[in-house]
DNA sequence: CTCCACCCGTGACGATCGTCATGGGTACGG
DNA sequence: CCGTACCCATGACGATCGTCACGGGTGGAG
């Protein structure tokens, strides 16, 4: 019985190649290809397919968030993850999400196949190093609100600026950044956005 | 006559991917793909291939870097380059740097094989998106130490900093950020380091 | 030689930033 | 009820930043 497989992932040339290499594949076949996130759910309506490949980075809407839409508009579909970026904090937002399935495209292509039939058979595969990192780090030390300022702080400049896109004072932002600063240990905003964006905090 | 490639890519699905699917092809075949930057000289020289597919993004030296030094150590090896990032000025880089042809990731995987046989042909191959983009643009309006100090000031965070790493006068510093700042059009350090990055004039 | 662009540095000014102390409001668990 | 944690806000302080004006040095183009 074959495996029907839809994959969703922004660079053209790697989900053209991703679909022509795993169609090769005797027991797996893909239904459908897409290139952005808002194309995920209702593809998957229309194809029902038994698992769905997800980058996160995506135009639209990114891979969590079509993994958490998907997991309720059709929970049937298995999810997997795939993404460039091995950020913890990406991991754990896609177990959150209901995601069976975590690999890093640093991973050989043989790995990816495996792990659909993993999953499709029930398991649940995650990359191992990246587990490893996952628990020995821990989850975001940012309150919610913290997490907010810190993600709107990166792209617009100055703190006015955050406090009027957020609605508040600007002496509010700047002690949400500074507790923000301090819990990560860095010495300056834009370090601090660094660090929680490669740690995937800002999700 | 079978056109022999290398390919060089830091992603291994995706390396692997190509790999196979350029096999595919009855007129192409890869005779070594490599992950790293700085392996891409040797291997051309031991191999010999007649065109090497490069990455911008990698591990060791960058894929521009790369071209640079095979374009003296390996004349006869053609260069292409093929990246995620269409900015302007990764593709005044490539030119520079002799690259005979410029697609991005974006292009469906048809595309690229047919570069690789017009490029084997001794055409050139440019992204026609983002040759009209470069020449609208135009070159980069920063002086050669605007840019030094701009590319240092990306991660590291204080003035300070920056100016121990570039063995400088703070205040130097300042000014040649300052110019850089107003030059760009931005309003923060960071703001012009974005632009800057965006546009590959930080290379 | 004279312009001109670039490099490096200084000093000074106002604006912004990061830190701290403090306060009131809300929500949750003991 | 009380303690705790989080949110929002304010005011004040020193440090840093971005801008400007200025000067000296180098090297290439006219």
Redesign the interface.
Known sequence: MTIRVLLAE?????R???A??LGLEPDIEVVADVGRGDEVVSACEAFRPDLALLDIEMPGIDGLEAARRLAKAVPGTKVVI?T?FGRTGYLHAAMAAGAAGFLL??????E?ADAIRKVAAGQRVIDPSLAIAALSEGASPLTPRETDVLAAAR?H??IADIARQLYLSPGTVRNHLSAAIQKLG???R??AV?IAEQKGWLV
């Open positions: 922004d660079q053209t040339m790697f053209g190649a991703m022509t290499l795939v460039t495209k640093d991973a050989p292509v043989t990816l792209g400049g100055t860095a010495r300056t834009t370090e660094e």
